[in-house]
């Protein structure tokens, strides 16, 4: 077993806040929330159902803005999103009428660049997660978890140095999801990218990372971090082993006495 070597963090959060509404309809979705994530590090926030993460999450890709506190990435305060910046969603959000290669090359068009110029890497990536031959197929030609692995292309292609994952695999059934995990976890090995995955499921998040940040239920606050010192790569034996229950058995406490 090894621990995380200690880095300057990439995305540092001071003191966040957010609140939704106002008055007596106001709602406080996180609380002060300090939490550093480190570069090249796979960090997971975990806690119960709309305990705040998927906002974190948001805030941290600079779609949403603090109500009050700091994010910083790379150092510098974020205020809007960057093309550093790759995020992930439970939806695979892909167009019905454009083709997998097609739908991976969507941020190409956004963006202004050339297609030509990417659609190499595309095809790399696809065959990476091994649907290169679905490449002219439509998106009800295929699988949710299909689905899934390219939307987790069309996020890196640009190379993203931040990967935010709001529960991406969450829709699937139980052995797709522990597949895409392990393809996940792949590539981010891979890119040599840092990762923060938004999951209430304690397994996954001890499984999938390298510190755990646990979450109280709403307004969301940060319980406590929980290192992971596993070696990777990691195989689903993991799952069975005496230290790998005790740490779940540790999160989960953290959890219960919130």
Known sequence: MTTTTQTAPLVRATGVTKKFGSGDKEMVALSGLNLEVREGEFLSLLGPSGCGKS?????MGGL???????ITFGGKT???PSRQIGMMFQQAVMFPWRTTLDNVLLPVEIFGESKKKYRAKAEELLSMVGISEFAGSYPWQLSG???QRAALCRV????????????????????TRE?????????????????????????EAVFMSDRVAVMSARPGRLIGILEIPFDRPRTPDLQTTSDFVA????ARKMLELQ
């Open 55 to 59: 906002t974190a999450l948001n805030i």
């Open 64 to 70: 949403l803005s603090a109500t009050e506190g700091s």
């Open 78 to 80: 974020l205020t809007e």
């Open 145 to 147: 978890g299909m689905q």
């Open 156 to 175: 890196l292609l640009h190379d993203p140095k931040l990967l935010l994952l709001d529960e991406p695999f969450g829709a699937l059934d139980e052995f």
């Open 179 to 203: 597949t895409m995990n392990q393809e996940l976890l792949r590539l981010q090995a891979h890119t040599k990218s840092t990762a923060v995955l938004v999951t209430h499921n304690i397994t």
């Open 247 to 250: 740490l779940v058995a540790e």
